[in-house]
């Protein structure tokens, strides 16, 4: 039986793509993985690693998405889910449940991750401070 679905095929090799300084943050470099285009829209999935050491970080904001995770592949980050500071360590996997207001303030200077989000165009929504921010560990 041929396979009916719309979502197309998608192998994206590691020089298919270059990390670029167009995503979300400037301070981070995105590597986009195919699959938004492959599943029309319906889910994105990008390699995101560091750009430039942390000076103010992302900001209180939630997502309008219907799913998130972000699995660390290198390094460490250390983000404010609500009014819980949380560090995500290489090999750690955390599902952002929609809506979950967060704050990304410090990371390592070898962090990469994997973030997979559905709908790919999902919005940042600026939010209220939820709790005071720790300071980054200054690179040396």
């Known amino acids: 039986m041929l396979?009916?679905?719309t979502t197309l095929f998608s192998h994206v090799?590691?020089?298919?793509?270059?990390?670029?300084?167009?995503?979300?943050?400037?301070?981070?470099?995105?590597r986009d993985l195919g699959i938004a285009?492959?599943?029309?829209?319906?889910?994105?999935?990008?390699l995101v690693k560091t750009n430039r050491a942390p000076e103010k970080g992302t900001g209180w904001h939630r997502h309008e998405?219907?799913?998130?995770?972000?699995i660390m592949l290198?390094?460490?980050?250390?983000?404010?889910y609500e009014d819980k500071e949380t560090l995500v360590s290489a090999g750690d996997c955390v599902h952002q449940r929609p809506g979950i207001r967060h704050y990304l303030f410090d990371y390592s200077p070898d962090m990469e991750y994997l973030e997979i989000v559905?709908?790919?165009?999902?919005?940042s929504i600026d939010v209220?401070?939820?709790?005071?921010?720790p300071a980054?560990?200054?690179w040396k």
């Open 65 to 70: 998405a219907d799913f998130q995770i972000v």
């Open 13 to 30: 090799k590691p020089g298919d793509t270059q990390f670029e300084s167009d995503g979300l943050r400037d301070f981070f470099l995105y």
């Open 118 to 123: 559905s709908p790919a165009d999902f919005k």
């Open 136 to 138: 980054p560990t200054p």
């Open 74 to 80: 290198k390094g460490w980050a250390k983000f404010m």
């Open 3 to 5: 396979d009916r679905t």
């Open 128 to 133: 209220e401070p939820v709790c005071d921010i």
């Open 37 to 46: 285009e492959a599943t029309h829209g319906k889910v994105i999935a990008h």
